[in-house]
T-cell receptor, first 113, second 116 residues
Framework: DAKTTQPTSMDCAEGRAANLPCNHSTISGNEYVYWYRQIHSQGPQYIIHGLKNNETNEMASLIITEDRKSSTLILPHATLRDTAVYYCIVRVASNTNAGKSTFGDGTTLTVKP | DTGVSQNPRHKITKRGQNVTFRCDPISEHNRLYWYRQTLGQGPEFLTYFQNEAQLEKSRLLSDRFSAERPKGSFSTLEIQRTEQGDSAMYLC??????????????FGSGTRLTVV
């Protein structure tokens, strides 16, 4: 699985959009981009994933650049409960692959009042 | 189904003792994963099962560690002769096989092990 690079930490004002970047310059054509977050003392929570098109769900939006070498997770109106560590992962999604996801150290997002 | 359940939530043990953790995945999921997480680090992959077959083991999984998933349902992770370096959060996750859905993993809340 391709390696990802994320900033160690970011701050965001409550009510503003939080934009979390991720670089994955060695991504392969069959690798998806997944985002998880982990709130203190809990297991990671799946947020969103995408291949090449931008994606949106009830939690967030995922913007993937045309060359797929980077992506941005957008939380449109951050709340204090969005304070967490956010992990960006790239992973092949097929029946035959190993299936594991490799987590880095993520970005610690702090939403401030 | 209430998600992935892990027991116990916390375990304190003396060095040299054996410990066993249990994970009950989401019943429809046929893949089950174990990860270990230390403070300030992301989760590290240990092993995973597809149904009852253990398909991959990390080099992190020394001979003191063993995982089973009898009948492809719940799984247990056993650590023998625990060492202080085994102190960590042990996370279990489950998922569909990729072709059935690509919605990522569902993690449990973890078992926090402290070896004293």
């Amino acid at each position: 699985d391709a390696k990802t690079t994320q900033p160690t930490s970011m701050d965001c004002a409550e009510g503003r959009a939080a934009n979390l970047p991720c670089n994955h310059s060695t991504i392969s054509g069959n690798e998806y981009v997944y985002w998880y977050r982990q709130i203190h003392s809990q297991g990671p929570q799946y947020i969103i994933h995408g291949l090449k098109n931008n994606e949106t769900n009830e939690m967030a939006s995922l913007i993937i650049t045309e060359d797929r070498k980077s992506s941005t997770l957008i939380l449109p109106h951050a709340t204090l409960r969005d304070t967490a560590v956010y992990y960006c992962i790239v992973r092949v999604a097929s029946n035959t692959n190993a299936g594991k996801s490799t987590f880095g150290d993520g970005t610690t997002l702090t939403v401030k009042p | 189904d209430t998600g992935v359940s892990q027991n116990p939530r916390h375990k304190i043990t003396k060095r040299g003792q054996n410990v066993t953790f249990r994970c009950d995945p989401i019943s429809e999921h046929n893949r089950l994963y174990w990860y270990r997480q230390t403070l300030g680090q992301g989760p590290e992959f240990l092993t995973y099962f597809q149904n009852e077959a253990q398909l991959e083991k990390s080099r992190l999984l020394s001979d003191r560690f063993s995982a089973e998933r009898p009948k492809g349902s719940f799984s247990t992770l056993e650590i023998q002769r625990t060492e202080q370096g085994d102190s960590a959060m042990y996370l279990c996750a489950s998922s569909f096989t990729q072709g059935q859905g690509r919605y990522g993993y569902t993690f449990g809340s973890g078992t926090r092990l402290t070896v004293v």
